[in-house]
DNA sequence: CTGAAAGCGCTTACAG
DNA sequence: CTGAAAGCGCTTACAG
């Protein structure tokens, strides 16, 4: 009763029933009666039989598996990927499993060919992408995913017509709310650490929020408090050293996501500025560091197990053909130590 | 010559060739003539065809996959992985892709099924382990892997006779490397924060080092300096606390990975000592974020790339039927400011 | 160099 | 409730 790698034919012969039968009763059928599938389920419990994923596969057009596309934001070098998308994986990944599906990852250069393959080589059944892209180059890879009919989700920003199904963070309201809470600190010259190219919408929502706060309040924008800084390590850094080689006055900085802002707060220190007393720093994202750092960073959260979750549903969803809808979440301010209130 | 979801019979149709031709011209089998190859490929690519893996893995019993099972350490709760591991999952993704093989993750929990499965069901021809496990129970699942046949290769120690193939770090001679260091810069009350325990053989290894480097400069060991520390977010800076109530001066701290090292400073900093002045400490892992606090910190270094390739390259021979050895990285003192020797 | 044919291990209408 | 049969889309000996 020892078989190497058994098949369901294997157990049949055992069981003295069809190879149909066994089929029927591994996949839980009503079809099968009780005792006859107990007592085939325990056969293959016995032999530590799996049921082919191939084989199976290749019968119903499903993989069960849902592509998980990451881009990477550096090119080609250390190739680190923002931390923020890093636990989105770990969450995606818990979510899937409930639902049934694996997740295969897969690391992307946006310059890369977006597999389309994934779903054409029935490798997947459908995509999540993640990561912050250059928004131009990113929408014709997405109109060419859409004219092969593959299933998609995106996180990040929902804009006007773009193709497929999107799950993001309303970004003008989490910017405006990270300012608006500044601007109630008395802090009248807020430097913005990110970007406002229409390559990075996401960000660049940020900032139309960052620019509607200060509209609001009245407080007129100054523009040399603009410093651009892509979010990676070193960048806020840098940052900072050119906002200080403006000789602009401020007395707090927004930065674009928690990665420029740590590293902001650390040159700010460097350079003998206190946080939050000389300067007050908000982030975004709230990346599990940003509870950790010194002072301690406040932030707006985006909440990334129910993102995660979000993005799984729908593409679940997509694949079962069921109607999805792009939805937007509420980000939320948490106010830590960096910016002196408490 | 617009096909939905085209196969390679579709193609063989178009081309005026049968399927097997097909078949193998895709394969750039050199049994077939140039002309009639480049003449399919052509059509495969007009088509955006792409071979059914599914029913290529059924055939040929592969999946050119390899499953990585990431391990939680935390159990339940925020669910966070060390930074160690992930991005070493990216390095793991690019070696695999070199290799022509896709990356399934899978996170789990010490107490779960270890999924023989994977390869069992043909959905990975190999597994990749990561993580800080507990030994004990670690290795009887191990067992079972290795009696189901399943060809895997762990990160992590390599011990006497564990089952299995690993690649690993000489965490010996790291800790050494780390002790050495701060006994050569004259301290001479080293705590040590991290585990002991024979169920956690890599830290122990560090602790061995960490004992040996006393043992060779003839400096006695101090057992009230040795606080248990586990590699999460909170506990370095709990084990700190500790380390102050015992009333034991100290001068140094090795820390057994950089996620205790890091948390430990920040404990340090608010409690008034100043690092490196008051105390040095040293690290062990050299993630990213340990260049980047202030002060930068010194640790040893583990070669994440190699480290990748090697698992990589390791589970390809043993899929490949090659002979695998188990092979242990020298390690890497990276000195920065946090120890106070520039 | 090419084709006809077998078969990988399943799932599921169809028939009873 | 169960079985016989077809077929998913490939790969690869075998024959020419």
């Not at 881009?71 to 250390?78: A, S």
């Not at 393959?117 to 060419?144: C, M, N, P, W």
């Not at 679940?316 to 830590?336: H, K, W, Y």
Request: aromatic share 6%; charged share 20%; net charge negative.
């Amino acid at each position: 009763m020892k078989v190497s790698n058994p098949t369901s034919r294997d157990i049949a012969e055992i069981a003295g029933v069809s190879q149909a039968t066994v089929s029927r009763a591994l996949r839980n059928s009503p079809l099968v009666r009780e005792e006859t599938r107990e007592k085939i389920q325990q056969i293959a419990r016995d032999l530590n039989y799996f049921v082919n994923r191939n084989a199976a596969g290749l019968r119903t057009h499903q993989s069960n598996t849902i592509a998980l596309l990451l881009f990477d934001e550096t090119e080609g070098r250390h190739a680190v990927i923002n931390p923020f998308f890093l636990s989105m994986l770990g969450f995606i990944t818990r979510a899937a499993s409930k639902h049934g599906y694996d997740v295969l990852i897969s690391m992307q250069q946006l310059s890369d060919d977006w597999h389309i393959e994934y779903q054409a080589s029935h490798r997947a059944d459908g995509l999540i992408l993640l990561g912050y892209g250059d928004y131009v180059t990113y929408r014709a890879k997405l109109a060419a995913l859409a004219r092969a009919n593959t299933r998609f989700m995106i996180w990040g920003p929902t804009i006007n017509d773009q193709p497929g199904h999107s799950i993001g963070c309303d970004n003008i309201n989490g910017g405006c709310q990270a300012t608006n809470h500044l601007l109630q600190l008395g802090r009248r010259s807020i430097a913005f650490l990110g970007s406002t190219s229409k390559r990075s919408p996401e960000l660049a929502a940020r900032y139309d929020g960052y620019c509607a706060a200060h509209h609001d309040a009245g407080v007129p924008l100054n523009e040399r408090l603009n410093i651009p800084a892509w979010s990676a390590a070193g960048e806020g850094y840098r940052a900072v050293e050119e906002l200080l080689q403006r000789r602009e006055p401020f007395d707090a900085i927004f930065a674009v996501t928690d990665v420029i802002a740590i590293d902001a707060m650390r040159a700010l220190k460097d350079n003998g500025y206190a946080v939050p007393d000389d300067v007050a720093v908000v982030g975004f994202d709230d990346i599990s560091l940003a509870e950790h750092v010194t002072p301690s960073l406040t932030t707006v959260r985006q909440d990334i197990t129910l993102a995660a979750e979000g993005l799984v549903d729908g593409i679940v969803g997509l694949i079962r053909g069921e109607p999805v809808e792009s939805t937007l979440m509420a980000p939320q301010l948490v106010v830590r130590a960096s910016c002196g209130a408490r």
